[in-house]
């Protein structure tokens, strides 16, 4: 499958992993809508990317606002190829506090939502238009990726919410790989280790540096452009299928 005259459906399009991603495919010959829930954001990202690109404003756990971006993506061309790097972090929050009080049940909760729950609701609702493709020479009518973390295998103490809802990303993998087998659509997930996106541009430069110097190789903080290459082979490569990828300078997290 070949980006270069087909439309794709980016979710976090507008900033960091899926504006490097939205960027890189329009560099591929494709055109791009944006989904994201930053206007500001968004419009700054099609000025930059030129009448290649559309913006919608997308809540991902919003099923209608997500159907006016897939939408908008089938306007552009036939929509073969969709990235959600759309998410948050997670407040770092103990089990139980020093007094034993337990954690608070709702962050855990809203994380949860966001991270897995919103990452179905995309997968379900794309693969329903994907599925409609014709077939192509290579046996693709689409395909899709998704994005984990590093914590999904060794989440640090604090990241219960955070580890278990990318956790859950990487579990739906597989099985997602070959429920839609059938349909001739490819799912994987990308595992990124520590990224310079603006969720960790907020810490301070010390901490920053330390973070990179953790890395075995290369000893940097992993670049969006990192992310947006592998993305994109990751739809392109036809024999690739059903896979959790870590990009991660082979980073082991530390329990803290």
């Not at 992993?17 to 809508?33: D, S």
């Not at 690109?53 to 099923?63: L, M, N, R």
């Amino acid at each position: 499958m070949q980006i270069d005259g087909t439309s794709a459906l980016v979710t976090g399009g507008a900033s960091g992993l899926g504006l490097a991603t939205a960027r890189r495919i329009v560099e591929h010959g494709g055109r791009v809508v944006i989904a994201d829930i930053s206007e500001e954001q968004g419009a700054k990202a099609v000025a930059e990317l030129g009448s290649a690109a559309t913006f919608v404003v997308a809540d991902i756990t919003d099923e209608a606002a997500l159907a006016e971006a897939l939408d908008a993506a089938e306007q552009l061309g036939p929509l073969r190829a969709v990235v959600h790097c759309a998410g948050r972090g997670g407040d770092r929050t103990r089990i139980i506090g020093k007094d034993r009080t337990p954690g608070a049940l709702d962050t855990f909760t809203e994380v949860v939502r966001i991270n897995l729950i919103g990452t179905y609701n995309v997968l379900r609702l794309s693969a329903s238009r994907i599925a409609a493709n014709e077939e192509l020479d290579d046996g693709d009518r689409g395909a899709i990726v998704l994005t984990a973390s590093v914590a999904a295998f060794d989440g640090q103490i604090g990241q219960t919410s955070y580890s278990a809802s990318k956790a859950g990303v990487h579990g739906l993998t597989l099985v997602a790989a070959r429920d839609l087998a059938s349909w001739q659509i490819r799912v994987n997930t990308i595992a990124p280790g520590v990224m310079d996106t603006p969720m960790l541009g907020r810490l301070r430069e010390d901490i920053r540096d330390g973070l990179a110097a953790s890395v075995p190789h290369p000893k940097r903080l992993g670049q969006p452009a990192d992310f947006a290459r592998l993305a994109v082979d990751m739809l392109e490569n036809p024999y690739l299928n059903g896979q959790t990828v870590r990009l991660d300078g082979a980073i082991r997290m530390a329990p803290r």
